[in-house]
């Protein structure tokens, strides 16, 4: 049980491979900001690698509401007992814009947020933002609005108290008070429209708004619109064998799964990649992993390719199927390494991390795969010699953390948790490794195909 970095065992050729797959992880992350657009990322690609979304029985793919993406890879087999299954979530810690949003205070203007997922509040204050996201209008045409990516475009920010200022009402409170939701507000302008007495600065920010996307105030109530960090994914370290971005929880475990999923030529069993949103807030909602889009698209493969689909026919195959929970996990921190049992976590560069519970105070909320599983999985990634590393999330009773396994599982399927270890999970930056990141590639590639 020897822990060894997984760039030992790598030769130079294949670092530059890791290296130039890494490419591509970070212009998606910089294309896929908010699960919307994390969706159309994977339908292009989709589309680009010869899945359909149209009637076939080939490689197909399905999008539901935008949020959310399944696509299917036949397989050799005839049995439809058994699909090799990977879900990942797309959806990321964030700030979501009000439904009545912007006022106007001190002759600036601002906008109101609600947080969404766990973040830490300090984390938001002071760094350059992006808005991302649909306004919906009462009659029903939208407007896509993305302001803060393109270096020309400008970028909001949530004001912090200057240290002068801030001994009693930030220094002496807990981390966890020192900001509160309520002041998370963006700056958003601080224009006044000439001969405009009252709201004047809120005036002139409805007025451009209204010029450039054909909106007025009221259509903040149907719109869905995301601050996320204006910052693009950068490599980090003077080795450059890191990544440092927004959204890798889970953009880590979903772009490996898009590429494996267009890799995966000719698979033993059916393939099927699932891309879900609302894995942060709990996997509720009707393109979350509890919603029962999996079933329907079943129905609708199976259905195409001429066979009578029954629900008890689609039961019997999630019953039959396998299936990874692919998920980040937090790599033991060098400045906290006290909230890890290191003798059971997971590291940096160790490879994608294999994880057999997850879950809190006593595996409370737990999947636990079976070790019978388990030992499959063993095998197959020894059989492909991919690196790979056991962790579970931090110290018995430090805090804890669920995954969408437990989901999956209610349907019957064997389900094991896997990904990438992250630094700074849940923060605007959060790191990650190459060799990981290439690693869970290679990893749901080999599950895909088995
Ligand atoms: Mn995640
Ligand atoms: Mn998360």
């Known amino acids: 049980m020897e822990r060894q970095s997984g760039w030992k065992k790598k030769t130079k050729e294949e670092i530059e491979r890791i290296f130039a797959f890494c490419d591509g992880y970070k212009e998606f992350l910089d294309r896929a900001k908010t699960e919307r657009e994390a969706a159309r990322c994977i339908e292009d690609t989709l589309r680009q ?9 080939g490689r197909t793919f399905r999008i539901n509401k935008g949020k959310e993406v399944i696509a299917w890879c036949p397989g050799k087999a005839e049995s439809l007992d058994g699909l090799r299954i990977i879900i990942a979530h797309i959806d990321a810690p964030r700030l979501d814009l009000k439904q009545n949003p912007l006022y106007e205070d001190v002759d600036l203007a601002l906008l109101r947020t609600h947080y ?27 407007v896509e609005v993305a302001i803060g990516e393109d270096n020309k475009d400008p970028v909001f920010a949530i004001d912090d ?12 409170k807990k981390l966890s008070e020192a900001i509160e939701g309520e002041k998370l507000t963006v700056l958003f302008g601080s224009l006044p429209l000439l001969g405009e007495e009252k709201n004047a600065v809120k005036g002139y920010i409805l007025q451009l708004l209204n010029e450039k996307y054909g909106v007025i105030e009221e259509d903040f109530i149907s719109a869905e619109i995301e601050v996320v960090p204006a910052f693009k994914a950068r490599d980090v370290g003077l080795d450059r064998s890191m ?30 990649a699932m891309f879900v949103d609302k894995e942060e807030i709990g996997s509720e909602g009707n393109t979350g992993a509890r919603s ?23 039961q ?45 105070m006593g595996k409370v909320g737990a999947n636990d795969a079976h070790a019978e599983y388990i030992a499959e999985i063993r ?7 991919i ?46 490794s190459k060799i990981d990141i290439y690693e869970a590639y290679r990893a749901f590639k080999a599950f895909l195909v088995s």
């Open 316 to 360: 019997r195959i999630l019953f039959n199927s396998k299936a990874i929970s692919a998920d980040v996990n937090g790599a033991v921190n060098p400045n906290w390494q006290d909230v890890h049992e290191k003798q059971n976590a997971c590291y940096l560069g160790g490879g994608i991390c294999v994880t057999k519970f997850t879950g809190h």
């Open 243 to 272: 990544i440092g971005a927004y959204g890798q929880d889970d953009r880590a475990s979903a772009y490996p799964l898009l590429k494996a999923i267009c890799d995966a030529e000719g698979p033993t069993h059916p393939a099927l």
């Open 116 to 142: 969404y997922g766990g973040i830490k509040k300090y984390h938001w204050v002071a760094i350059p933002l992006a808005i991302h996201g649909i306004i919906v209008k009462a009659d029903g045409t939208s």
């Open 292 to 314: 029962h889009f999996i079933k329907i698209f079943l129905h609708e493969i199976l259905g195409a390719s001429g066979r009578t689909v029954s629900d008890e026919m689609v």
């Open 379 to 385: 095998r197959l990634f020894s059989k492909e010699g």
């Open 161 to 172: 108290l200057l240290p002068h200022l801030s001994r009693k009402t930030q220094d002496e």
């Open 49 to 57: 690698a010869g899945f359909g979304d149209g009637g076939g029985s």
């Open 387 to 432: 690196i790979w590393q056991t962790g579970e999330l931090g110290k018995i009773d430090e805090g804890g953390g669920g995954t969408v396994a437990k989901y999956l599982a209610e349907y019957g399927m064997d389900t094991i948790d896997m990904g990438a270890p992250l630094l700074a999970m849940h923060s605007p930056f959060e790191i990650s």
